[in-house]
């Protein structure tokens, strides 16, 4: 099992970032998929989270900014994060099922 994640940055306060996470050796669409992040020294937290059937649920730090979704056909979840904060700063990770995990991509937001 396979899990890569893409699309982390350097960006503005207010601007926006894509992250894509794609999985292999695992049937993607019975998988209940998350995006967490993590800062040194810190419990990792979950940013968002997609099940099998669509439904979402997010962060209180996040609702309203940063939206998941998910791609059947090509195994992937993405993570659109809008009018990003200084405090999104972090290292975000995708899992699945919160058993397999990504290796992590870094997003840096100046202020």
């Known amino acids: 099992v396979q899990l890569q994640a893409f699309g982390g940055g350097l960006v503005q306060a207010g601007g926006s970032l894509r992250l894509s996470c794609t999985a292999s050796?695992?049937?993607?669409?019975?998988?209940?998929m998350a995006w967490y992040r993590q800062d040194p020294g810190k419990q990792r937290e979950l940013v968002a989270e997609?099940?099998?059937?669509?439904?979402?649920n997010y962060a209180s730090s996040v609702k309203g900014r940063f939206t998941i979704s998910s791609d059947n056909a090509r195994n992937t979840v993405y993570l659109q994060m809008n009018s990003l904060k200084p405090e999104d700063t972090s290292v975000y990770y995708c899992a699945a099922e919160g058993y397999y995990w990504g290796q992590g991509t870094q997003v840096t937001v100046s202020s």
């Open positions: 997609i099940t099998s059937g669509s439904s979402t």
């Open positions: 050796g695992i049937i993607f669409s019975i998988y209940n």
